[in-house]
C-alpha cells in the first residue's frame, strides 16, 4: 500500500466550477500537508501548508485535514484556465517528505 | 530571498556517461530531497540529505548517488546512463522539522 494515495484523473471542470482534489494517507505520525501546483515542464509550486485539522483559506484555495480519517483535500472555488495543472498533495513526517501521484486538472473556458 | 536553484537547466547526455545535477538550497534550509519525474509520471523519491549526511534513499539503482556539502548544497549524480534515466531532475530543500518545502525548477536530463 502506498503511504499517499491520490487519484491521478484526469480531471476536466468548466470554467468557474468546485474543484475538489482529495488524498488519503496511511502513517498517523504524518503531522504536516501541504498541496503543490505543478505546471507542465515546471518545479511544483508550494500552494498551501497546514499541520492541523480542520480548513485554511487563501483566497479561491481551501485545504482541508481530517487527521481522524487520515483524509486531505484541496478545495478550489471559482476556478480559473489558468488553474489548469497538476496538484500534488505531500505529508511529512519529521523532515521525510513524501508525494502522492498527483491530479492531473484542466479547466476548460 | 532566492529560492532554490538547480543547475543545469538542461543537460543531454549520452548512453554510458555520467550526470551531474547541482541545487542550492534556500538559505537556511538544512534538508535536501531529490526526485525524479519522468514524463506523465509521479514524483518518485531518490534521496534525502540533512546535514550532510544521506538520511533515506528510495529505490533506485546505486548508480544513482549524491552527497551534500557543508554549506548545504546538493549534487546528484547519475552514472551509466540508460535511456530511461531522461526525465526532469528536481531539487527541494526544507529547513526546520515540519517546516515547508520549495522547490526548484528541475534540470531536465536528455539521454540519447
Known amino acids: 500500500q502506498k503511504e499517499v494515495e491520490q487519484d491521478p484523473g484526469p480531471l476536466s471542470v468548466p470554467e468557474g466550477a468546485i474543484v475538489s482534489l482529495n488524498c488519503t494517507y496511511s502513517?498517523?505520525?504524518?503531522?504536516?500537508f501541504m498541496w503543490y501546483r505543478q505546471y507542465s515542464r515546471k518545479g511544483p509550486e508550494l500552494l498551501m501548508y497546514?499541520?492541523?485539522?480542520g480548513n485554511k483559506e487563501d483566497g479561491r484555495f481551501t485545504a482541508q485535514v481530517d487527521k481522524s480519517s487520515k483524509y486531505i483535500s484541496l478545495f478550489i472555488r471559482d476556478s480559473q484556465p489558468s488553474d489548469s495543472a497538476t496538484y500534488l498533495c505531500a505529508v511529512i513526517s519529521g523532515s521525510r517528505l513524501t508525494f502522492g501521484e498527483g491530479t492531473q486538472l484542466t479547466v476548460n473556458p | 530571498e532566492a529560492g532554490v536553484t538547480q543547475s543545469p537547466t538542461h543537460l543531454i547526455k549520452t548512453r554510458g556517461q555520467q550526470a551531474t545535477l547541482r541545487c542550492s538550497p534556500i538559505?537556511?534550509?538544512?534538508?535536501v530531497y531529490w526526485y525524479q519525474q519522468a514524463l506523465g509520471l509521479g514524483l518518485q523519491f531518490l534521496l534525502w540529505y540533512d546535514e550532510g549526511e544521506e538520511r533515506n534513499r528510495g529505490n533506485f539503482p546505486p548508480r544513482f548517488s549524491g552527497r551534500q556539502f557543508p554549506n548545504y548544497s546538493s549534487e546528484l549524480n547519475v552514472n551509466a546512463l540508460e535511456l530511461e534515466d531522461s526525465a526532469l531532475y528536481l531539487c527541494?530543500?526544507?529547513?526546520?522539522?515540519?517546516?515547508?518545502?520549495?522547490f526548484g525548477q528541475g534540470t531536465r536530463l536528455t539521454v540519447v
Open positions: 502513517n498517523s505520525a504524518f503531522q504536516y
Open positions: 497546514t499541520y492541523s485539522s
Open positions: 527541494a530543500s526544507s529547513g526546520i522539522q515540519g517546516d515547508e518545502a520549495f
Open positions: 538559505s537556511g534550509h538544512t534538508s
